[in-house]
């Protein structure tokens, strides 16, 4: 599979070649692996890494149950308009167990905080969501 090409023109009349990878097609969203290269030419594969090995992104049980991250810590109150900040954390440490009571969002920091010291969340800590 050969990869796209586009010519722009830049400073001074030269032309700037861009190269472009092309998508998979399989999943049509990531763009194909990098197959080998010839000299200063690159072939790709037809399908992204993951498609070849045969993983696919997977949907986070407690997201099909119909949790939600929230934009705010349950534990220390902060708050971001960015949600890359949170995580979902499981209470009693279970991946399995999704229930919401078992679920809270917290940030990056207190997440960090509750591995290292392997603690849970105290029974008092608890404040109900609704």
Request: proline share 4%; charged share 30%.
């Amino acid at each position: 599979m050969r990869c796209n090409i586009q010519r722009k023109r830049g400073r001074k009349g030269r032309v700037n070649t861009v190269m472009t990878r092309p998508l998979c097609k399989s999943c049509k969203r990531r763009p194909c692996a990098v197959n080998y290269k010839k000299g200063r030419k690159t072939y790709y594969r037809s399908k992204c890494e993951q498609c070849v090995q045969g993983r696919t992104p997977s949907i986070p049980m407690w997201y099909q149950l119909g949790y939600r991250q929230k934009d705010k810590c349950d534990k220390c109150g902060f708050t971001s308009k960015h949600t890359e900040q949170f995580a979902v954390y499981h209470i009693d440490g279970k991946l399995t167990n999704c229930r919401h009571a078992n679920l809270k969002t917290v940030c990056a920091n207190c997440q960090r905080v509750l591995h290292k010291e392997g603690f849970t969340w105290k029974q008092g800590d608890l404040t109900p969501d609704f």
